[in-house]
């Protein structure tokens, strides 16, 4: 029977020597900090959510800043760091907290898990490391951790092994010091008990490890099933006036850059061709059908997402005239070049705009 309490003061001890003790968001750690965090860590690496985390707490500095903030502001914070229904669901429950829990976070798991983009890991994460309550966690790298140290085979994702692993993640947490605890396990994952190459022979707790000692590191925890890559191609639109603004399009709340501002765009087999874009152009702004334009293709852009593969290709429009007759809505608007930093882009969609060549009428 392994030491429940023996595995903690074990990991304790390492964190203290080889844990991370200069991440940005422990100084100070406080519970905005941490959770803001924990929602950029959500599918994303440390050394990549630090410099957002960075600017966009200097930006927005408490709870009340970011409920206070325009959707706008937000995504454009955001604007880079991918799966925006995080920032989108960080504004709405910094508003709710404002709204229910007198502008600042709840300290109880079934309030904080009621809040938009809060799971049950999320809020143990919160509860340990900004509240010093006993509440366990369960990401991708403690999952690995305790998958590996007890062998469990099988899905780690499946309602079984879930169960196992929350009962075990329970059971582990130290009666002290769980703030230090849950950082530092965290931290064994992200630094030692890697997805590739563990570094077995630093592991604190590698002398009980069922998959060091059976060598079964490379298989555990089972990998789960892998969803075949596609390939979409889209064709889209950079329409440009005479005052160097451009027409962009809100997307859908939901779905690929749910939110952001982009550019108007087609499936392929809808406008298979740049004809079809120039006449869609003219249409959208309102111009007459022989008003004077220059059209060009631009390098197709190439993104990658979680389970395809992008392929944009962008037709560059620059019109004859200020856009004037367009009747803007809502979720359409010309943007001039000064106004886009202001608003969530897509990463790709950004230094698209950012490197337009410069008009054929330019002096």
């Known amino acids: 029977m392994i030491a429940e309490h023996d595995f903690a003061r074990r990991l304790l001890g390492w964190f203290d020597v080889a844990g991370r003790h200069d991440l940005p968001w422990q100084h100070p750690r406080s519970p905005y900090r941490v959770w803001l965090s924990e929602v950029m860590l959500q599918q994303t690496q440390v050394a990549t959510v630090i410099p957002y985390f960075q600017r966009f707490a200097a930006a927005l500095p408490d709870l009340r800043a970011l ?12 604007s880079g760091l991918g799966y925006y229904s995080r920032a989108r669901n960080l504004h709405r429950a910094a508003q709710l907290c404002v709204e229910r829990h ?8 079934g309030e904080l898990s009621a809040l938009p983009g809060i799971g049950r890991s999320t809020a143990g994460a919160i509860l340990a490391l900004a509240f010093g309550q006993r509440a366990a966690i369960l990401d991708g790298n403690v999952r690995r951790v305790l998958v590996r140290h007890r062998g469990i085979a099988g899905d780690p994702m499946s309602p079984a092994n879930q169960s196992t692993l929350w009962t075990l993640s329970e059971s582990l947490l130290p009666d002290s010091r769980v703030d230090d605890y849950t950082q530092a396990i965290m931290d064994l994952g992200a630094t030692i008990c890697t997805r590739a190459t563990p570094r077995c ?5 590698s002398a009980d490890c069922i998959a060091f000692r059976d060598g079964r590191t490379a298989e555990l925890p089972n990998p789960r099933r892998r969803i075949a890559r596609s390939r979409r191609e889209c064709h889209a639109l950079v329409a440009r006036d005479s005052a160097g603004r451009v027409l962009l399009e809100r997307r859908a709340p939901t779905g690929v850059w749910g939110g952001l501002w982009s550019l108007p765009e087609s499936i392929e087999a809808y406008l298979p061709d740049a004809p079809a874009l120039a006449t869609l152009a003219i249409a959208i ?5 022989g008003s004077g334009a220059t059209m060009r293709e631009l390098p197709t852009v190439e993104h990658a997402f979680t389970h395809f593969d992008l392929s944009l290709r962008p037709t560059l429009l620059d019109l004859d005239a200020v856009a004037c007759k367009v009747a803007e809505q809502e979720a359409r608007r010309w ?11 897509p990463a790709p969609i950004r230094r698209l705009l950012n490197r337009l060549p410069e008009r054929p009428d330019a002096t």
């Open 67 to 78: 409920a206070q903030a325009s959707v706008d502001e937000v995504l454009a914070l955001w």
């Open 102 to 109: 007198g502008g600042a976070l709840p300290a109880t798991p």
């Open 201 to 205: 022979m630093r592991c604190p707790v």
């Open 285 to 289: 702004q309102g111009h007459e059908a």
């Open 335 to 345: 943007f001039a070049p000064h106004e886009l930093a202001a608003i969530g882009l």
